[in-house]
């Protein structure tokens, strides 16, 4: 059972890096924008006053604190997003989405949404060299795996 789930497991996981490569390189010729970044930007538009800690957009997006102070650092950069320091505790630093950030986001959206819905739709045609019945058969498995 373990070595069944581990070869699931495995399968899902290439999809998942194949799949974020895939959407990467597309918002980046399209946006001028990685994955990371989008979906920075995303969970910032999304909380309150568009703001989140940099240890908390660190865990939503799945980076350390450090390399999430250079991807805010990059989307400073690029006009999308500031720092700011909190009030309440001076050592405490906040990410915060900008008007122009937000407007990126907004153009991005649905063009996004249609990548991944045409990536999903069509994993042959794009991902040739993975084995769709295997993988569909993967995603059961690990899903059937999971515990609520």
Request: net charge negative.
């Amino acid at each position: 059972m373990a070595d069944d789930l581990t070869g699931a497991w495995t399968r899902v996981a290439a999809f998942a890096s194949a799949f974020d490569a895939n959407l990467d390189r597309w918002l980046s010729e399209h946006f001028n924008l990685g994955l990371t970044e989008y979906w920075a930007l995303n969970f910032m538009e999304q909380a309150p006053d568009r703001e989140l800690r940099i240890a908390a957009l660190a865990q939503n997006v799945g980076l350390t604190s450090t390399s999430t102070t250079r991807l805010v650092s990059r989307l400073e950069a690029k006009g999308l997003a500031r720092r700011d320091v909190c009030m309440e505790d001076g050592r405490g630093v906040y990410a915060v989405i900008d008007d122009s950030g937000a407007a990126l986001l907004r153009e991005a959206r649905d063009p996004f949404e249609a990548r991944v819905r045409d990536l999903l739709g069509n994993p042959q045609s794009h991902f040739p060299h993975l084995n769709t019945l295997a993988l569909r058969a993967a995603f059961t498995q690990t899903g059937d795996a999971l515990q609520p």
